[in-house]
C-alpha cells in the first residue's frame, strides 16, 4: 500500500511526474549514471522554478497591471503573453498538462513514423504549453480526465508533425533546402503574413511578377538597418522596456486621480513613495518573473527533449528536425527587426481601435488587448522574415502589420474558452494556440466527451490510414 502511495503522488505531482519521464528516456538511451542523476533532478528543479516564477507573476506585476488598467479606463485590459498563461494553466491542471505533454510527444513519433508527415517536433516549451491550452480548452467540456489527457495527446502529436509540414514550402525558400524545419506554433501567422506580403508586393507596380517568382525582389537584407536598435533583440531587456512604459502611463494616470496606496496593488506594501519608482520596479518584476519562468521551461527542456530525440532518431530515421523560431532571425536579421516593430505597431492600432469601441458604446463591450513584447518580438520578427521572401521590404512592413493585427484578434477571440484562466489578465497570443483554442474550445461545447474523443482519434489515424494505402499502392504497381 506504501508502494501503491508513492506511485500515485508521484503521478499527481507534476514535479516528479517531468523528472520520471525524463528519467524513462534517460535510461532507455542506455544513458551514464552521473548522466541519468543530473538529467533527471534538473528537469524537477526546473518544473519547480517555472511554478515559483508563476506565483511571482500571477501575484505580482500582472495583478497590479489589471488594477491599474480597469481603474484607469474602466476596462479590462489583457496582456497576452505565452509564458504567463501558460504558467497559470499548468499550476490549475498540472498532471493534465504534464500527461498531455509526454503522451503527445510520443504520438508525434507515431505520426512521423507512420503518416504523412515526418517531422519531429523539438521546440520544447511550445510542446508544453500547447498542451497547457488543449487541456484547458478541453477541460470546459463533459470530459472525464482519462478522456481529456488522450484527446488532448492526439492532437498534440498531430499538430507537432502537421504544422512543421505546412511551412516547410516557406521555409524551403528561407534556408535554401529542406535541412530543417520551423517547429514552431505560430505557422498560421507566419503563412497569412507570406501571402499577405505577396498581395502588396503584386499591387505594387514597381515589382514585376518575374522578380516574385524569381525571388528578386528588394531584400530588407539589402537596408542598413541601427545597429543601436539591437538590444531589443534581448527579451529580457524588450519585456523591461515595454512593461515599464505601459506601468508609467496606467500608474501616472491613477496618481494623477488617487493616492495609488488606496488601491489594492503593491505600492503601498512595497513602501514605494513615487508612482514612478513604482512604474519602474513592476515592469522589472515582470520581465524578472518571465526570466524565471524561461529559465524554468529551458531547464525541464534541455533535459526532455534530448531524452526523446534520441529515441526519435532510432524510430523515425528518415524525419526532419523542426526546431524553434531564432533559427530563422539568422538567414533575414533586419526583416526580423522590421517584423517585430510592424507587427507591435499592428498590436497597439488594435488595442486602441479596442478602447474607441467601448468609448462609443459607453460600457465594457470586449476586452481591450495590449500588445505583448514577447509574442511581437518572435512571432512578429519570424513573420517578417517569411513576408520578406514573399514580397521583400514592402511585402515585410505589410505582412508584419496584419500579422500584428491577427495575433491580437486571435487572443480576444480565444478569451471565452480558456475558462476560469479567462479572468487572469493575459491570454495565449501566438496564432496557432488561439485556432486551436478557439476550435477545441467550441467543440467542447457542442460534443460530448465521448464525441469529442472519437473526432480526435479519427483525425490522428486518417493520415496514417492514407499514407500506409498509399505505400501499399506504390508497392502493388512496383511489382
Known amino acids: 500500500m506504501q508502494i501503491v502511495t508513492v506511485v500515485r503522488e508521484i503521478l499527481a505531482t507534476p514535479a516528479f ?22 538529467g533527471t533532478i534538473t528537469a524537477i528543479v526546473g518544473f519547480v522554478l517555472l511554478s515559483a516564477g508563476s506565483d511571482f507573476l500571477q501575484k505580482g506585476a500582472l495583478k497590479d497591471f489589471g488594477v491599474l488598467f480597469n481603474y484607469d479606463f474602466h476596462i479590462q485590459g489583457v496582456i497576452p503573453n505565452m509564458e504567463a498563461v501558460a504558467s497559470l494553466g499548468v499550476a490549475q491542471y498540472a498532471v493534465e498538462v504534464s500527461m498531455v505533454m509526454f503522451l503527445g510527444m510520443v504520438a508525434n513519433l507515431v505520426i512521423a513514423r507512420f503518416g504523412p508527415f515526418h517531422y519531429i517536433f ?29 484527446a488532448g495527446a492526439l492532437m498534440l502529436g498531430l499538430f507537432m508533425a502537421l504544422m512543421p509540414a505546412l511551412a516547410q514550402g516557406e521555409m524551403k525558400k528561407i534556408t535554401g533546402g529542406n535541412g530543417i524545419a520551423l517547429g514552431h506554433f505560430s505557422t498560421c501567422g507566419y503563412l497569412i503574413a507570406a501571402k499577405t506580403a505577396r498581395l502588396a508586393a503584386k499591387k505594387d507596380r514597381r515589382i514585376k511578377t518575374a522578380a516574385l ?78 526570466y524565471i519562468i524561461l529559465s524554468g521551461v529551458r531547464l525541464v ?18 524525419a526532419r528536425p523542426a526546431v524553434d523560431c531564432p533559427v530563422l532571425f539568422s538567414y533575414a536579421p533586419n526583416a526580423a527587426m522590421i517584423g ?40 512578429g520578427g519570424s513573420a517578417g522574415v517569411f513576408a520578406n521572401t514573399e514580397g521583400g521590404v514592402k511585402g515585410c512592413l505589410v505582412g508584419s502589420f496584419v500579422h500584428g493585427i491577427l495575433i491580437s484578434v486571435l487572443a480576444l477571440i480565444v478569451m471565452p474558452v480558456l475558462g476560469t484562466l479567462n479572468l ?55 511489382d
Not at 31 to 38: D, F, G, L, R, Y
Not at 125 to 136: E, G, I, Q
Open 17 to 38: 511526474l517531468v523528472g520520471f519521464v525524463t528519467l524513462l528516456g534517460l535510461l532507455l538511451q542506455k544513458k551514464p549514471v552521473e548522466h541519468v542523476i543530473k
Open 122 to 150: 523539438l521546440t520544447g516549451h511550445h510542446t508544453l504549453y500547447m498542451a497547457c491550452l488543449l487541456t484547458v480548452a478541453l477541460s470546459g467540456s463533459s470530459m472525464k480526465e482519462w478522456q481529456i489527457i488522450a
Open 213 to 290: 517568382e524569381t525571388g528578386t525582389v528588394k531584400s530588407t537584407e539589402d537596408i542598413r538597418f541601427p545597429t543601436k536598435l539591437s538590444f531589443m533583440r534581448d527579451s529580457t531587456v524588450g519585456i523591461f522596456i515595454v512593461m515599464t512604459g505601459i506601468f508609467l502611463v496606467v500608474s501616472g494616470i491613477a496618481a494623477a486621480r488617487t493616492d495609488l496606496a488606496a488601491l489594492d496593488i503593491s505600492y503601498k506594501t512595497g513602501g514605494f513613495q513615487n508612482w514612478i519608482i513604482y512604474a519602474v520596479i513592476q515592469g522589472a518584476q515582470f520581465s524578472a518573473a518571465i
Open 301 to 318: 527542456i534541455a533535459e526532455i527533449v534530448p531524452a526523446f530525440k534520441g529515441i526519435a532518431k532510432r524510430i523515425v530515421p528518415h
Open 340 to 379: 517585430f516593430l510592424m507587427s507591435f505597431l499592428g498590436g497597439i492600432v488594435t488595442m486602441l481601435i479596442l478602447i474607441g469601441i467601448n468609448t462609443w458604446f459607453g460600457e465594457l463591450i470586449v476586452p481591450v488587448i495590449v500588445p505583448g513584447v514577447v509574442a511581437h518580438f518572435f512571432c
Open 424 to 478: 487572469s489578465g493575459t491570454s495565449f497570443p501566438d496564432s496557432d494556440f488561439c485556432i486551436a483554442g478557439i476550435l477545441f474550445g467550441n467543440l467542447a461545447s457542442v460534443l460530448s466527451g465521448g464525441g469529442i474523443l472519437l473526432v480526435c482519434v479519427l483525425v490522428f489515424i486518417l493520415p496514417i490510414i492514407w499514407e500506409q494505402t498509399a505505400k501499399y499502392r506504390k508497392t502493388l504497381k512496383a
